[in-house]
């Protein structure tokens, strides 16, 4: 499989995605841009390691590398390996004793692995190529170090980024039987559908 090793540009919320977050990945070497649609709990995982705070208490996140250390093992490479459905799918690569295990995992939750082990990011070419762009002048692109408002910036995630989004957050709405929010989500994916 082709694969493009990226890193992180930067993290941004997203009023259009109901409250969501973006965090947008940029080939090493190249230009090319992927944005990814990640949940809040996911971006302020991400956001804190990469800003060097430690909370009081270790996330998720943290505990997860604790195992990962405390067994031994060794996170060799985070791999966005699939979009399909509007949905991303990541697999994280340990390595353990000289055998490498994959294991599947959401993209935010990878990302937020790999920054805590220093891991590599990479993207399979087929992802770049469905759902990257290319920014049309550098000068363009807003500022993603902080993170901030997407609102004027949304024309740089791709349309099937925010129908992921709306989508995980319709499931969400069903399963806490938020029937009014569910029905104003379909709708927005209905708009975004039909505007392709």
């Known amino acids: 499989m082709d694969k493009v090793q990226c890193e992180i540009l930067g993290l941004s919320s997203n009023p259009s995605t109901g409250g969501a977050y973006a965090i947008l990945l940029k080939e090493v070497e190249g230009s090319r841009r992927l944005p990814i649609i990640i949940g809040a709990f996911e971006a302020q995982a991400i956001a804190l390691e990469m800003e060097g705070i430690k909370p009081p208490r270790p996330l998720t996140h943290d505990l997860l590398k604790t195992i990962v250390d405390?067994?031994?093992?060794?996170?060799?490479?985070?791999?966005?390996?699939?979009?399909?459905?509007?949905?991303?799918?990541?697999?994280?690569?340990?390595?353990?004793?000289?055998?490498?295990?994959?294991?599947?995992?959401?993209?935010?939750?990878?990302?937020?692995?790999?920054?805590?082990?220093?891991?590599?990011?990479?993207?399979?070419?087929?992802?770049?190529?469905?759902?990257?762009?290319?920014?049309?002048?550098?000068?363009?692109?807003?500022?993603?170090e902080n993170i901030g408002d997407l609102e004027t910036d949304k024309k740089y995630i791709s349309k099937e980024a925010q129908i992921a989004a709306l989508q995980d957050k319709l499931r969400e709405a069903l399963e806490s039987e938020e029937f009014e929010r569910a029905a104003k989500l379909r709708d927005d994916i209905k708009k975004l559908t039909q505007s392709n």
């Not at 060794?74 to 994280?92: C, H, M, P, W």
């Open 70 to 144: 405390n067994l031994g093992a060794n996170v060799v490479e985070i791999l966005v390996n699939e979009l399909k459905d509007n949905t991303f799918y990541a697999k994280i690569i340990l390595e353990v004793s000289g055998l490498t295990n994959e294991i599947d995992a959401r993209p935010s939750d990878a990302i937020a692995l790999a920054v805590r082990t220093f891991a590599p990011i990479y993207i399979a070419e087929s992802v770049m190529h469905s759902a990257a762009f290319i920014p049309s002048d550098e000068s363009e692109l807003p500022e993603f």
